[in-house]
Structures are given as C-alpha cells and as structure tokens.
C-alpha cells in the first residue's frame, strides 16, 4: 500500500499540479453529472407517473359516465317496452358504476399531494348523486317490475332525475376538465423537464469535455515541456559525450605521446650507455691488459689483481649489455616483435628454470613499431614480476595476431596473489594498464593465493594509426 502511494504521488508529481486538479475537477464534474442526471430522471418517473395515473383517472371517468347512459337508457327501455332484456345490461351498468365510483374515491383519496381538494370533494358528491340516481331508478323498476308502469312513468317524468343527471354530468365535465388541466400542466412541467434534463446532461458533458480538453491541452504542454527539457538534456548530454571525448582522446594521445617520449629517453640513453660508457670500459680493459703484458711474471700479485680488476670488467660490460637491451632491445629493432620477444622469453627461462610454453606467430608479421614496444613491455615487465615474486616453475606465453587485434596471454603456476590487496609499490602492473587502456586495449589480471597468474593484453592493431590521424605530435610519427 505505502509503495502505492508512492507510486501515486510521483506519477501526480510528474503531471504537474494543474493537470492533477484538473483531472479531479473533471471526475467530480462527472459525477456531479451523474448524481444530477439520476436525480432528474427519477424526478421525470415520477412525473410520468403522475401523468398516467391522471389519464387513468380521466378515463375512469368517462367509462363512469358511459355506464350512467348505459343504465339510464336500459331503464328506459325496460319502462317503455316492458322487456325483461334490458334488465340484465341495467344490472351490468350499476354494477360497473358503483365498482368505478368506489375506485374513483380510493384513487383520490391515495393522491393527497397531485389532486386538489376540490376534486376529491367533487368525488364525494359525486358518489352521493350517483346513489341517489340508481335508487331513483331501481325505484322505477320495481315499479316496473311489479306492473305498475303508470307510476314509473311518473317518476321518469319528474325533472328530479333529469336534474340529477345534469348534476352528475356536471360534475363528471367539470372533474375531468380539472384532471384535463392538471394533465396539461403536468405534461408541461414535464416537458420543461424534459428540456432541463438535456440541457443539464449537454451543460455537464460540455463542462466535462472542455475540463478534459483543458486537461489534455495542459498534458500536451507539460509533455511538450518535458521533451524539449528531455532534448535540451540530451543535447547537452551529446555535448558533454562529446567534450568526454575529445578530452578522452587527448589524454590517450598524451599517454602514448609521454610512452613513446620514454621510449625515446630510453633509446638516448641506452646509445649513450653503448657508446660512451662502453668504449671507457672497453679502453679501460685494454689499458690493463697492456700493462700485464708488460710486467709479465715480475709481479705476481699485481697480476692477480689485474686479472680481477679484468674480471670485474667484463661483468660491467655484460651489466651496461643487460641494461642497454632492457632500455631499449635491440632485437625489437633489428630483427622485429616475435624474435625480440622469444629471446626474452627463453632468456628468462633459462634464467629461472622454468619450463616454457611459448605460442608466438610466424617471424614475417608485421607489428607497429610503437604497438610491438607496448607488448614487449608487458611481457618483460610480467616475466620480471614472475622472477621477483612468483616461484614459478611453468610459465607460458602466448601471442596471436588476427586482422584487428594483437592478444598476449602471460601464464605461471607461481604462489598468486591476491588481487583485492595488492601491496604498496605495484607500480609495475598499473604502469602496463594504463599503457594498454592509452591505446584502447583492455588488460587483464587474474591471480589468487596459490593459483599463479594470469595476464591478458588485447591491442588494436590501429590503435596507433587512429591516434595519428587525430593530430598526433609529429615527432611519434617521426618514431614509427
């Protein structure tokens, strides 16, 4: 339930306000429509109701009137042919106007409210001049009946009945001429109803469909406002992806440009080492090997001790060698990647004493110089680290190059490590991530206590081309 309303106050909170209040104004429109519209028409019922149970009154009234005829005029047949036949329509009639006289009054009295008094009054001496007419005619008949004909001409003769049929012909005219205007009247307050009625379901669906026109108008604005917020945040977005970019590519261009000016450092100083401090060593032995030829055996000890000093030499010499190739290999130059690569491999081997597996392909591929020096640092630098630490007694190397990537794999079943807390000082393994990631390779470094590691390198083969052509220095070309 909480999360519900959550919901339902995020979704009010996106719509904004005004569109909320005009969805609430519209529901509650709709149902003041409904409450309103159900409320008229059950007034409309009732109002034909009324109207029907005045016709049926207005009726009831003309058939009473037609029984009064029918019986008066049995009579009067009865007393004029003498015939017994038109005793039993005479029966019929009474029957029939006394039955309608008496549903007459209970349908006055069961209407209080839509009858006036007056007609009720006029029922009930209505009533009373019926009663006397049928007991002036059952008179006659009786007379009739019993022969006497003479005396119930008499009695038709009389204008006392002919006074009171006008009387109950009066009376019948005026009711339904009372029941005829309330008809009338109801059926005009009906009508009037009627108009009242469509006019407030039409006024209630237009307020109702104009709140939804507005409320759809405003919908359509606030999301007209939400898409240009949406483009103007995503043109700002494509501007900062943009920037992001730019910036990205710059600092990949810096790190490759800071790389090879190392390498560059590297190559300088590695010249300087072979040439200067390689022809003083070199001068420097022949030096004292000249002065033990001229001593020869008259000094033993200073001849032992030259012959160290010589010794101590040729160890300097194969140091400034050692250290020239890690500065920069002049395999990687002469001869290319993969026998640069294989003899650094094989050296460290025999080294160790390790047990190599090394997958390198065919010597005649051809690698970018700077993306050849980036993977021979990778693999030097990781054979170091598994001289230094692993304890290894199997490491395989392994480089495949296809059409769009160079991959090394470096593998040793040395101690491992545990990647989550490296020591302090492992400048070594940030160093080839960053140098691949400036290149927009991917590198990676799985180890755990006891298993060994496992070093994986992926290089885009134009990685350095597309750096290039984004206004790369002159001098890294220069380099290739």
């Known amino acids: 339930m909480k999360n519900q309303f959550v919901r339902f106050q995020t979704a009010l909170r996106r719509i904004g306000w005004r569109v909320s209040l005009a969805l609430t104004a519209c529901a509650f429109g709709a149902l003041l429509a409904i409450v309103a519209t159900q409320n008229l028409i059950r007034i409309a019922e009732q109002q034909g109701a009324d109207i029907g149970a005045t016709r049926e009154r207005i009726l009831l009234l003309f058939r009473l009137r037609a029984q009064l005829l029918e019986a008066e005029s049995s009579q009067r047949g009865f007393l004029v042919n003498g015939s017994t036949q038109y005793l039993a329509p005479y029966n019929d009639a009474i029957q029939g106007a006394r039955r309608l006289i008496d549903d007459l009054a209970e349908r006055y009295r069961n209407v209080p409210e839509s009858v006036p008094d007056r007609n009720r009054a006029e029922i009930q001496q209505l009533s009373v001049q019926i009663g006397e007419k049928i007991s002036e005619m059952d008179l006659s008949l009786d007379f009739g009946r019993k022969n006497d004909l003479g005396r119930a001409r008499e009695i038709i003769a009389t204008d006392r009945g002919l006074q009171a049929s006008q009387q109950i012909t009066e009376h019948i005219n005026n009711i339904v001429a009372a029941e005829t205007g309330a008809l009338t009247s109801q059926r005009d307050v009906r009508r009037w109803m009627v108009v009242g009625l469509r006019v407030s379901v039409a006024l209630g669906w237009i307020v109702v469909i104009a709140l939804v026109i507005w409320s759809l108008r405003r919908l359509l604005a606030e999301l007209e406002s939400r898409t240009d917020e949406a483009l103007a945040l995503q043109q700002r977005q494509s501007e900062l992806d943009s920037i992001v970019a730019e910036r990205t590519g710059l600092l990949e261009r810096l790190a490759l440009e800071y790389q090879v000016d190392v390498e560059r450092e590297r190559s300088k100083l590695a010249r300087d080492l072979h040439d200067e401090l390689g022809a003083i060593l070199t001068a420097t032995k022949m030096d004292i090997s000249w002065v033990q030829r001229q001593l020869g055996d008259s000094s033993p000890r200073i001849l032992t001790k030259l012959e160290k000093t010589i010794s101590n030499l040729d160890q300097g010499i194969q140091f400034k060698r050692r250290v020239v190739q890690e500065l920069h290999p002049s395999l990687l130059t002469t001869f290319g990647l993969v026998a640069a690569m294989r003899s650094l491999a094989e050296d460290a081997a025999q080294r160790c004493g390790w047990q190599l597996d090394l997958t390198l392909p065919d010597e005649s591929v051809r690698i970018d110089d700077v993306l050849g020096l980036i993977a021979y640092r990778i693999l030097q630098e990781t054979l170091n680290n598994a001289t230094k630490y692993a304890q290894a007694s199997q490491v395989s190397v392994s480089m495949l190059v296809d059409t769009e990537h160079l991959k090394l794999e470096i593998e040793d079943n040395g101690v491992g490590m545990d ?55 002159l001098h890294l070309a220069q380099q290739r």
Not at 447 to 458: E, I
Not at 459 to 464: D, F, R, T, Y
């Open 419 to 473: 990647m989550t807390a490296l020591p302090e000082g492992t400048h070594g393994l940030q160093g080839m991530r960053h140098r691949v990631i400036a290149i927009g390779g991917r590198m990676e470094i799985r180890s755990a206590p006891g298993k060994g590691v496992f070093t994986r390198a992926l290089l885009p083969l134009n990685s350095v081309q597309r750096l290039m052509e984004n206004n790369l220095p």
